[in-house]
C-alpha cells in the first residue's frame, strides 16, 4: 500500500486554497495549512477529524514565519510531495490616488509570497529529485485589465516566475506546474460588480486542479473555456485590445486604500 501523499498549502483559510485542502482531504493526503487566519484553519482540521492536518498560522509576506512553518512540517511528517503557493489578494487600485501601499501588498502576497513559499522547500527536491511545486497563478496575468493593475502585474510576473522555475528544475526531475483559474465561485469574486462568463464552483475547480498536479501538467487552465479566452487574449492586437478593454467594468477601490 502506497504512503499518502503529503501536501502543503498557503492560503488555506478560504477560497481556492480552502477547497483545494478538502479535496487533498477527501484524497487522504497529510496537509500543511498556512493561512493568517488560525480560528479558520482551527475549523477546518475540526471538520475534518480523520485526516492528519497540521496547521500553521503565518503570512506569506513574513519569509522567516513560513520558513519557520516549512521546517515544522518537514520535522512532523518529512518532505512534502506537493506544495501550493496558493495565498493571494486582489485589490481594486488606480495610480495617481494613492495606492501605492495596496500595489506592494498585493505584490507582497501574490508574487514574493509565492517565492517564499518554495523557497523552504526548493533545494530538498532538488536533492531528492522529486516533488512537485505548483503557483496558483490568473488568467488576469495575461493582459492588464484596467483597473487590476495591482493584480495582473502580480499574476504577470507570477506567471513568468513559474515558467522560468519549471525550466530549472526540469534537470533535477522536479515538477513546476502553473494552474491559472479563470472566475471561480469564493468570497475574492463574490465582491466583483461585473458580470464573470464560464464561473465555476470552487470544488469542481479544486479537483480538476488536483487531478492536473497528480498528472505533472506544465500548465492548466480553469475553466477549459478560458484557455481560449486567455490565449486570444494574448495575441489580440494592442491597439484592438486597448479599444475593446478602455470601457470595462473595473473592480472597485477599497475604503481607505
Given at each position: 500500500?502506497?504512503?499518502?501523499?503529503?501536501?502543503?498549502?498557503?492560503?488555506?483559510?478560504?477560497?481556492?486554497?480552502?477547497?483545494?485542502?478538502?479535496?487533498?482531504?477527501?484524497?487522504?493526503?497529510?496537509?500543511?495549512?498556512?493561512?493568517?487566519?488560525?480560528?479558520?484553519?482551527?475549523?477546518?482540521?475540526?471538520?475534518?477529524?480523520?485526516?492528519?492536518?497540521?496547521?500553521?498560522?503565518?503570512?506569506?509576506?513574513?519569509?522567516?514565519?513560513?520558513?519557520?512553518?516549512?521546517?515544522?512540517?518537514?520535522?512532523?511528517?518529512?518532505?512534502?510531495?506537493?506544495?501550493?503557493?496558493?495565498?493571494?489578494?486582489?485589490?481594486?487600485?488606480?495610480?495617481?490616488?494613492?495606492?501605492?501601499?495596496?500595489?506592494?501588498?498585493?505584490?507582497?502576497?501574490?508574487?514574493?509570497?509565492?517565492?517564499?513559499?518554495?523557497?523552504?522547500?526548493?533545494?530538498?527536491?532538488?536533492?531528492?529529485?522529486?516533488?512537485?511545486?505548483?503557483?496558483?497563478?490568473?488568467?488576469?496575468?495575461?493582459?492588464?485589465?484596467?483597473?487590476?493593475?495591482?493584480?495582473?502585474?502580480?499574476?504577470?510576473?507570477?506567471?513568468?516566475?513559474?515558467?522560468?522555475?519549471?525550466?530549472?528544475?526540469?534537470?533535477?526531475?522536479?515538477?513546476?506546474?502553473?494552474?491559472?483559474?479563470?472566475?471561480?465561485?469564493?468570497?475574492?469574486?463574490?465582491?466583483?460588480?461585473?458580470?464573470?462568463?464560464?464561473?465555476?464552483?470552487?470544488?469542481?475547480?479544486?479537483?480538476?486542479?488536483?487531478d492536473a498536479i497528480a498528472q505533472g501538467r506544465a500548465f492548466a487552465v480553469f475553466p477549459w473555456p478560458m484557455r481560449i479566452a486567455a490565449a486570444l487574449l494574448r495575441v489580440l492586437p494592442r491597439w484592438l485590445y486597448d479599444r475593446a478593454f478602455e470601457n470595462a467594468p473595473r473592480k472597485p477601490r477599497a475604503a481607505g486604500q
Open positions: 500500500m502506497s504512503e499518502p501523499l503529503k501536501v502543503f498549502i498557503t492560503g488555506a483559510s478560504s477560497g481556492i486554497g480552502r477547497a483545494l485542502a478538502a479535496e487533498y482531504a477527501r484524497r487522504g493526503a497529510i496537509l500543511g495549512l498556512v493561512a493568517r487566519r488560525a480560528d479558520a484553519l482551527a475549523d477546518f482540521r475540526q471538520s475534518h477529524p480523520d485526516c492528519s492536518i497540521s496547521i500553521y498560522p503565518a503570512d506569506v509576506r513574513d519569509a522567516a514565519a513560513l520558513a519557520h512553518a516549512a521546517q515544522q512540517f518537514v520535522a512532523a511528517h518529512g518532505q512534502p510531495d506537493v506544495v501550493i503557493a496558493n495565498a493571494g489578494v486582489s485589490r481594486g487600485v488606480v495610480t495617481g490616488e494613492g495606492d501605492l501601499g495596496a500595489f506592494r501588498d498585493v505584490m507582497d502576497t501574490n508574487y514574493f509570497g509565492m517565492v517564499a513559499t518554495f523557497e523552504p522547500f526548493a533545494a530538498a527536491m532538488r536533492d531528492a529529485r522529486r516533488g512537485t511545486l505548483v503557483g496558483i497563478a490568473s488568467v488576469a496575468g495575461v493582459r492588464g485589465l484596467p483597473g487590476s493593475g495591482a493584480y495582473s502585474a502580480s499574476k504577470a510576473a507570477a506567471l513568468a516566475y513559474l515558467e522560468s522555475l519549471r525550466v530549472e528544475m526540469r534537470p533535477a526531475g522536479v515538477k513546476v506546474v502553473t494552474i491559472a483559474p479563470g472566475y471561480i465561485r469564493t468570497p475574492m469574486t463574490a465582491r466583483n460588480p461585473y458580470p464573470m462568463p464560464f464561473l465555476m464552483d470552487v470544488e469542481r475547480f479544486a479537483a480538476k486542479s488536483a
